[in-house]
């Protein structure tokens, strides 16, 4: 599979067996060793990411390619943030930001938005009005703290919805789809108030 990035025609890496991953990451020196522990997912989640199409992965230079959604979430001046996530066998991960959710295959960013927000807060579409959305997204290359030593370039889509119902008070929700690619079991909110 070919990817058009910067006028750049790009390999993007096809891997049959979550064994080809695996010698793939040693062949490119990404030690993932430490995956599954700490802050960090594992292979097999990565590799569960890759089968379900909501990451790719791009082969020279190695890097990890994600399509996601930010849901901006106001109350007032105050806006909702996930303050953790609990994961793996007693993993914790401080995150500080919106909600997000990769976009997959097929998938709008508003869709992706409305998946989100349903299975991280458990909230219906009929308690979302979706105020504005961005078409041209915003591309930032990063470490991602779930796979260390795999670079990741986000391609960052934003929404912004009204939701009724939430608690006005910090508050956790268990995520209510939880399989191998998104191994989340449980998410902490806070509002934090924003100038």
Not at 90 to 105: C, D, V
Not at 145 to 161: H, I, K, M, Q, W
């Amino acid at each position: 599979m070919f990817h058009t990035y910067r006028s750049e025609v790009i390999f993007m890496h096809n891997f049959e067996t979550i064994d080809q991953l695996n010698q793939w990451l040693t062949s490119k020196g990404i030690d993932a060793t430490q995956w599954g522990t700490g802050g960090a997912k594992s292979v097999e989640n990565l590799w569960a990411e890759i089968v379900e199409g909501e990451s790719q992965i791009q082969d020279e230079p190695p890097l990890r390619l994600v399509r996601m959604v930010k849901v901006i979430i106001r109350d007032g001046n105050r806006i909702l943030l996930e303050a953790e996530q609990e994961f793996g066998e007693n993993q914790q991960r401080y995150r500080g930001q919106p909600p997000a959710e990769k976009i997959k295959p097929g998938e709008s960013q508003v869709e992706a938005a409305l998946r989100c927000l349903h299975e991280e807060l458990q909230v219906s579409p009929s308690q979302v009005e979706i105020l504005s959305w961005t078409s041209e997204p915003e591309q930032v290359c990063d470490e991602s703290p779930s796979y260390p030593g795999l670079p990741t370039n986000y391609v960052r889509y934003e929404v912004e919805a009204k939701v009724v119902g939430l608690p006005r008070e910090p508050f956790s929700t268990i995520e209510t789809i939880h399989d191998d690619g998104d191994p989340v079991k449980n998410h902490h909110w806070l509002w934090e108030t924003k100038s």
